[in-house]
T-cell receptor, first 116, second 115 residues
Framework: GAGVSQSPRYKVAKRGQDVALRCDPISGHVSLFWYQQALGQGPEFLTYFQNEAQLDKSGLPSDRFFAERPEGSVSTLKIQRTQQEDSAVYLC??????????????FGDGTRLSIL | DAKTTQPTSMDCAEGRAANLPCNHSTISGNEYVYWYRQIHSQGPQYIIHGLKNNETNEMASLIITEDRKSSTLILPHATLRDTAVYYCIATIPYISNFGNEKLTFGTGTRLTIIP
């Protein structure tokens, strides 16, 4: 498949556990985004990478949230000491590059995280 | 990003044109209007975008008023697969926003296509 791939599709964790969510962007896409979507709401921005550089992490809700993209391709969103309010769908998106304008963001189908 | 206002929900008969309005009265001169949709249990899907001219692609048409304060997304022949939440977003494309490309979604319009 040529789309954005996220794994796992579903994750259940107990409160206090750490979780790691993976995103495989479209090959060659420079920009990568993470969004959080609560039930019944639109996605909300978490963080943005250009290649391996994290240029914007203003949307991360707390220091328990950490994202990385060490080789400029696959990205991992890690949540430490999970809490019930972290339950949401986590979406990853990628886009081609910064040089050409108006490149749309291509989204994966998300990871649905449930914290018990 | 300019605030956008959309109706919460709409129905449309299958085979008819679905017209989804969006108000963005505070849009600035360099902000584009983007439309995405989200089918249940899937990630958002890009549909179309425009600045001030009307645009058409294989999925839809985008009509932007001359004052740019509102726009309408048109799905010319709606099918059951078009049932989704549709998001209208006004934002500056990244080339002129120094790489801050994040999309600000609202709650969108839930479009239901009726058989």
């Amino acid at each position: 498949g040529a789309g954005v791939s996220q794994s796992p599709r579903y994750k259940v964790a107990k409160r206090g556990q750490d979780v790691a969510l993976r995103c495989d962007p479209i090959s060659g896409h420079v920009s990568l985004f993470w969004y959080q979507q609560a039930l019944g709401q639109g996605p909300e921005f978490l963080t943005y990478f250009q290649n391996e550089a994290q240029l914007d992490k203003s949307g991360l809700p707390s220091d328990r949230f950490f994202a990385e993209r060490p080789e400029g391709s696959v990205s991992t969103l890690k949540i430490q000491r999970t809490q019930q309010e972290d339950s949401a769908v986590y979406l990853c998106a990628s886009s081609l590059d910064r040089v050409r304008t108006n490149q749309p963001q291509h989204f994966g189908d998300g990871t649905r995280l449930s914290i018990l | 990003d300019a605030k956008t206002t959309q109706p919460t929900s709409m129905d449309c008969a299958e085979g008819r044109a679905a017209n989804l309005p969006c108000n963005h009265s505070t849009i600035s001169g360099n902000e584009y209007v983007y439309w995405y949709r989200q089918i249940h249990s899937q990630g958002p899907q890009y549909i179309i975008h425009g600045l001030k001219n009307n645009e058409t692609n294989e999925m839809a048409s985008l009509i932007i008023t001359e004052d740019r304060k509102s726009s309408t997304l048109i799905l010319p022949h709606a099918t059951l697969r078009d049932t989704a939440v549709y998001y209208c977003i006004a934002t500056i494309p990244y080339i002129s926003n120094f790489g801050n490309e994040k999309l600000t979604f609202g709650t969108g319009t839930r479009l239901t296509i009726i058989p």
